[in-house]
């Protein structure tokens, strides 16, 4: 009987839990931590609604050039923003000199950003087409950035759900 209780209460306290996905694991950016934080505007793991508008707060602790990437619940891949320049400090994406926003669309589901982030200006530019599952997602993130020095280079993710 004692058991039971125990159990039932270990259920009744793992049932509360939250699981967060953290999808770094696998990455090849630095241990130099040039990226502080990079989150959607409501939040990791928020919630939009197809058509809400979104965007990303990026901090970085040193000036230099990042490329956004998005990873779509069907696995296909976007750029949102190429080698664009950030002084250190929080940069908000869109900017308002990029001339677009960021609006929440269809296929509904875990959708992924990635920020690549080095601190001198990339002499390739990432190019993204079609599908992608998440060892290619790796692979293509850390060829692009294997180039530059670990010391000048970060890799950060973060996510959001369409519904």
Known sequence: ??????FGALALGLSSCTVSVRSNL???????NLIADLRPDRGEGATYFVGDPVRFRLTTRTAGYVTLVALQPNGYASTL????????????????QDGVTY?????????R???IFTRVRPATDLVLSGT????????????????????????????????
């Open 1 to 6: 009987m004692r058991t039971a209780l125990l």
């Open 26 to 32: 696998g990455l090849a950016g630095g241990s130099s």
């Open 81 to 96: 923003v190429r080698n664009a320049y950030v002084p250190a400090g929080t940069t908000v994406f869109p900017r308002p």
């Open 113 to 115: 950003v990635r920020a």
């Open 132 to 163: 992608y599952d998440n060892g290619r997602w790796n692979t293509v993130t850390t060829t692009y950035i294997e180039p530059y020095p670990v010391a000048d280079r970060d890799v950060q993710e973060t996510y959001l759900y369409i519904r």
């Open 103 to 111: 609006n929440v669309a269809a296929p509904r589901g875990l959708q």
